[in-house]
């Protein structure tokens, strides 16, 4: 992973006095000493004789703007990481880093002048954080490979393909009070594996199904492991929303659950907002068959998709999951922060358990509890990890005093 000192860093910004206090800035965080463009244009021309790791750009400057820039950038073949630093209105800056992150540039920060040594710092954090995940994205895409149906069939029914528990903590308690199963496969040749290198071969080879009757499988196992143990740990499985195109999955499911003498309440099922059935029908029926059998049903990644409303107040919701994209940030965003008290009054209002996903600061979690959130999950309280290491989180809760006391 690099050093902060390895970064090359190219700063855009017509103005000379900001640039030096940048530059200063940066160097107090721990960077080396960053080269400087007056103008997008030349900042263009410096870009075409050396590549740079990270762009950090005013958006309001003569001649081409920030964002007629930020558009050319993402034409490069290698194109850089990129920070915003503007006085412009943060609505407009949080559209633009939008746009880039459309455009597929990594956005690494969004900083309202004037700039401080917490904002360099925050960004140097940022840093650290997205060459971690590089790493390990650069790790999954070297064995990133097409696999035969065989081979996927072969791993679903081995044990090869498994789940892994990501906790849900209730911010009233402090305590872990559920667990979402996420997919992982322990590869024989190619070691650990994340979905992002195997979920679109599942999809090609249409072994979605068997994906879900696995992880659930995966989940029940687990939970009545932790049932032993002492813990009451309810499960959630992602469910992929076409699935329900089948008239027969609820029952199937159910038998499932039953057949291990779980009851079905302590099983949720997650649907992501951004897909849906082929017949809109069937979704409301499989929805609403799935909440008459007592299983849960919860609203992921609210707020992603562009139906978020209708979709909510007309499927029989259990809970109301945020997307990140709302939460990670929310303590020091403004805009940010009213869309996620919006949100989650909303769902509140309607009854519904709310869940902030991918909290990975302490300022984001005290600002959710500030807001009335009911849980929260992501990296601050644990990675996801296998049902073993899960029971040893329950134990370690159960003798160890909260690292984030009430």
Same mark, same amino acid.
């Given at each position: 992973?690099?050093?902060?000192?390895?970064?090359?860093?190219?700063?855009?910004?017509?103005?000379?006095?900001?640039c030096?206090?940048?530059?200063?800035?940066?160097?107090?965080a721990?960077?080396?000493?960053?080269?400087?463009?007056?103008?997008?244009?030349?900042?263009?021309?410096?870009?075409?004789?050396?590549?740079y790791?990270?762009? #950090?750009?005013?958006?309001n400057m $003569?001649?081409?703007?920030?964002?007629?820039?930020?558009?050319?950038l993402?034409?490069?073949?290698?194109?850089?990481?990129?920070?915003? *630093?503007?006085?412009?209105?943060l609505?407009?800056m949080?559209?633009?880093?939008?746009?880039?992150?459309e455009?597929? &540039? %990594?956005? #690494?920060?969004?900083?309202?002048? $004037?700039?401080?040594?917490?904002?360099?710092?925050?960004?140097?954090?940022?840093?650290?954080?997205?060459? /971690?995940?590089?790493?390990?994205?650069?790790?999954?895409?070297?064995?990133?490979?097409k696999?035969?149906?065989?081979?996927?069939?072969?791993?679903?029914?081995?044990?090869?393909?498994?789940?892994?528990?990501?906790p849900?903590? *209730?911010?009233?308690?402090?305590?872990?009070?559920? %667990?979402?199963?996420?997919?992982?496969?322990?590869?024989?040749?190619?070691?650990?594996?994340?979905?992002?290198?195997?979920?679109?071969?599942?999809r @090609?080879?249409?072994?979605?199904?068997?994906?879900?009757?696995?992880?659930?499988e995966?989940?029940? /196992?687990?939970?009545?492991?932790? @049932?032993?143990?002492?813990?009451?740990? $309810?499960?959630?499985?992602?469910?992929p929303?076409?699935?329900?195109?089948?008239?027969?999955?609820?029952d199937?499911?159910e @038998?499932?659950?039953?057949?291990?003498?779980? $009851?079905?309440?302590?099983?949720?099922?997650?649907?992501?907002?951004?897909?849906?059935?082929?017949?809109?029908?069937?979704y409301?029926?499989? %929805?609403?068959?799935? @909440?008459?059998?007592?299983?849960?049903?919860?609203?992921?990644?609210?707020?992603?998709?562009?139906s978020?409303?209708? /979709?909510?107040? /007309?499927?029989?919701?259990?809970?109301?999951?945020?997307?990140?994209?709302?939460?990670?940030g %929310?303590?020091?965003?403004?805009?940010?922060?009213?869309?996620?008290?919006?949100? #989650?009054?909303?769902?509140?209002?309607?009854?519904?358990?709310?869940?902030?996903?991918?909290?990975?600061?302490?300022r984001? &979690?005290?600002?959710?509890?500030?807001?009335?959130?009911?849980?929260?999950?992501?990296?601050?309280?644990?990675?996801?990890?296998?049902?073993? *290491?899960?029971?040893?989180?329950?134990?370690?809760e159960?003798?160890?005093?909260?690292?984030?006391?009430?």
């Amino acid at each position: 992973m690099k050093l902060l000192t390895d970064y090359r860093i190219l700063i855009v910004d017509d103005h000379p006095f900001q640039c030096a206090h940048l530059m200063n800035l940066l160097e107090g965080a721990g960077f080396a000493q960053a080269d400087v463009a007056g103008s997008a244009e030349a900042a263009l021309e410096l870009i075409s004789v050396q590549p740079y790791h990270l762009v #950090v750009i005013d958006l309001n400057m $003569p001649g081409m703007d920030g964002v007629l820039f930020i558009d050319r950038l993402a034409t490069l073949a290698d194109n850089p990481m990129l920070a915003i *630093a503007s006085a412009c209105p943060l609505r407009i800056m949080n559209s633009v880093g939008l746009m880039a992150k459309e455009k597929g &540039l %990594a956005v #690494v920060g969004t900083f309202a002048k $004037p700039l401080t040594s917490d904002h360099a710092r925050q960004l140097a954090n940022h840093l650290r954080l997205q060459g /971690s995940r590089a790493a390990k994205a650069a790790e999954q895409a070297e064995v990133e490979t097409k696999f035969a149906k065989s081979t996927l069939v072969r791993a679903l029914g081995d044990g090869q393909l498994r789940a892994w528990f990501q906790p849900k903590k *209730a911010l009233a308690s402090g305590k872990i009070v559920a %667990a979402e199963a996420l997919v992982r496969w322990q590869h024989p040749e190619f070691g650990f594996m994340l979905p992002a290198s195997f979920l679109s071969e599942i999809r @090609r080879h249409a072994l979605e199904r068997a994906l879900l009757v696995r992880m659930l499988e995966d989940s029940l /196992s687990a939970h009545l492991r932790w @049932r032993r143990e002492g813990y009451r740990m $309810p499960v959630a499985v992602n469910l992929p929303t076409q699935l329900l195109d089948d008239p027969g999955l609820p029952d199937e499911l159910e @038998r499932i659950v039953t057949a291990r003498g779980v $009851p079905t309440q302590e099983i949720s099922f997650e649907l992501l907002e951004g897909e849906t059935t082929r017949v809109q029908g069937q979704y409301y029926m499989g %929805a609403s068959r799935l @909440r008459l059998k007592g299983f849960g049903l919860a609203q992921d990644d609210f707020g992603r998709g562009y139906s978020s409303m209708y /979709s909510l107040i /007309s499927t029989p919701f259990t809970e109301l999951k945020i997307d990140r994209a709302f939460v990670s940030g %929310a303590a020091d965003d403004e805009i940010r922060a009213a869309a996620l008290v919006s949100s #989650v009054q909303l769902g509140r209002q309607l009854g519904l358990q709310v869940t902030a996903e991918g909290v990975e600061t302490t300022r984001d &979690l005290e600002f959710l509890k500030r807001i009335g959130c009911d849980c929260a999950q992501g990296f601050l309280i644990s990675a996801a990890v296998d049902a073993a *290491a899960f029971s040893q989180l329950l134990f370690t809760e159960r003798h160890v005093p909260d690292p984030y006391p009430q």
